[in-house]
């Protein structure tokens, strides 16, 4: 059995409630929600693999599609001599072995401004989020395959939250494609 995660119900609903062969869980936002969903879900039951679909945003206003995201950095951290993106006691960088993407900056808030997104185009995000460092993390600590499913949504500042309300259904619908073609579900 595989496990279908989402942050939101919203970026599911163009996924049909069942969906042969996967079990779902929806987190909720943020990085303390993700861990802690999915660490309950993994902890109660076994899962040959992790798929988890959701929005982003770009860091460039290029960047637009369906991403398999296989490295997530934090931009909201700094260790102790005050380094952005370095956690005092976490990586710097998670990854999924075997696969070439995108990498993804997560952080535990929405988005929308250009000073963050030039903070985390230094750090060398292409695209971000709230939750997919700790979607990868945790897989990583149970052993459970993990790929990362990512649709662009927004451009990550000028009001992008309005632009994200507009966009999370039609990128859930792109998102149901992509699963349909590399799962034939």
């Known amino acids: 059995m595989k496990l279908l995660v989402a942050a939101l119900d919203s970026e ?41 679909v959701g929005t982003a945003g770009a860091v460039d206003a290029t960047t637009v599609g369906v991403h398999d995201v296989t490295a997530a950095l934090q931009h909201d951290v700094s260790d102790v001599d005050g380094i952005a993106g370095q956690h005092v006691s976490l990586p710097p960088l998670v990854t999924i072995a075997g696969r070439s993407g995108t990498t993804i900056a ?7 401004d250009a000073g963050t997104v030039a903070a985390i185009r230094a750090l060398g995000g292409i695209l971000v989020d709230m939750e997919t460092y700790a979607y990868i993390w945790v897989a990583q600590q149970f052993g459970v395959p993990i790929r990362v499913l990512k649709a662009v949504s927004d451009n990550a500042q000028d009001d992008a939250i309005t632009d994200w309300r507009d966009a999370v259904a039609a990128c859930s619908a792109q998102l149901r494609d992509r699963v349909a073609e590399l799962y034939g579900v």
């Open 12 to 52: 599911l609903v163009a996924f049909p409630a069942e969906l042969p062969g996967f079990t779902r869980l929806v987190t909720g936002p943020g990085k303390l929600q993700a861990t802690y969903a999915l660490t309950r879900e993994l902890d109660a039951a076994d899962y040959d693999e992790i798929l988890v």
């Open 106 to 112: 997560t952080g535990d808030h929405f988005v929308d």
